[in-house]
């Protein structure tokens, strides 16, 4: 089905305004977009979760505070387009206090897409390293060139192994895992790392990651690569605040990996030196390069030695020894 997309162009101030017009005449279904300004606020206000913000994401559309309207390409869609039209000329007249901008009416025509399934079409298979071939579990691998399968479904999480930092982590820990090793995976996402680390020959693992979907994603990925409960523990917690999470994990891990961003992992190298065993490492990324001194340093103030820094992009990944 073809759609039209209603876009009426207003400020920060007059969404609101913009939503109640359309509400009183039937219309409640709008997608709101935030101007460039507005998310460079949130972006500043949540500043301590990121790193790095795709310049792309500052500006949907051409940047201006905009509220969106999907109406079908029929005669009821162009009925639901006069409507859009008339309240914003009445809303136009009315004195009601608030800056509310052109209120610009713009209509496209585009065509329906399957957005949940669409990533699917750029996700192929990919090797890593000397040994690891990662597979999204709908594709076909003709020759897997005597690598290590490793079969995802990411979800509606992060982890599909086509990112530089989960990249950099693959090859630290192909060149680190040894038959029977303890793995334990802090941020999980889909399962990734801690997955490729049983495949390639460790005993077991346990992920962690604040987000509850990634659960369910994690162990259904696990199983799809043949793995069960009986090697691989998912929690799920906030293991920077959460004292009791923290004591589940236990201790002496040889490898503990870390993939999320350079403040989390500053924070977590006051829990980390006592989950490694003597001689253990930390595997950690996520790191753009413009903080990986300020990251080796909070890792060795934390007593750990920094082995080996990898480097993808704008990407690094740190490897340390306790």
């Not at 025509?109 to 990533?119: L, S, Y």
């Not at 996700?123 to 076909?140: F, M």
């Not at 029977?180 to 802090?186: E, F, I, P, R, T």
């Not at 589940?248 to 403040?263: C, H, L, M, R, T």
Request: glycine fraction near 10%.
């Amino acid at each position: 089905m073809d759609w039209l997309r209603i876009s009426v162009f207003t400020t920060a101030q007059g969404m609101d305004l913009v939503c109640a017009a359309l509400s009183a005449v039937g219309i409640d279904q709008v997608e709101l977009l935030e101007g460039a300004e507005q998310i460079g606020e949130f972006l500043q206000e949540v500043s301590e979760q990121w790193d790095f913000a795709d310049p792309r994401a500052l500006q949907q559309g051409d940047g201006r505070p905009c509220v969106r309207i999907y109406a079908p390409d029929s005669a009821d869609g162009e009925q639901t387009l006069q409507k859009v039209r008339s309240r914003m000329a009445w809303l136009q007249g009315q004195d009601v206090g608030v800056d509310l901008g052109e209120l610009m009416v713009e209509v496209q025509k585009v065509h329906e897409e399957d957005w949940a399934n669409n990533w699917k079409k750029y996700y192929k298979p990919l090797l890593i390293g000397e040994r690891l071939l990662i597979k999204p579990e709908w594709e076909r691998v003709a020759d897997d060139e005597g690598r290590i399968v490793l079969e995802m479904n990411p979800g509606m999480v992060f982890g599909t192994g086509t990112h530089q930092t989960t990249q950099l982590c693959l090859m630290a820990l192909e060149k680190r895992v040894k038959p029977g090793m303890q793995v334990l995976d802090l941020g999980c996402g889909s399962g990734i790392l801690s997955i490729a680390a049983l495949l390639l020959g460790a005993g077991h693992a346990t992920a962690v990651d604040i987000d509850p979907i990634a659960e369910d994603i994690a162990y259904e990925n696990a199983a799809m690569n043949g793995i069960g409960k009986d090697r691989y523990t998912v929690k799920i917690g906030n293991i920077l605040q959460d004292k009791a999470l923290i004591q589940e994990v236990g201790k002496g891990y040889p490898i503990v990996v870390a993939n999320i961003i350079a403040d989390v992992i500053i924070g977590l190298t006051h829990i980390v030196p006592d989950k490694l065993a003597p001689g253990g490492c930390l595997i950690a990324s996520g790191i753009i390069k413009d903080r990986a001194v300020e990251v080796c340093e909070a890792i060795r103030a934390a007593g750990l030695t920094v082995k080996e820094q990898l480097v993808k992009d704008e990407w690094v990944a740190i490897v340390a020894e306790k």
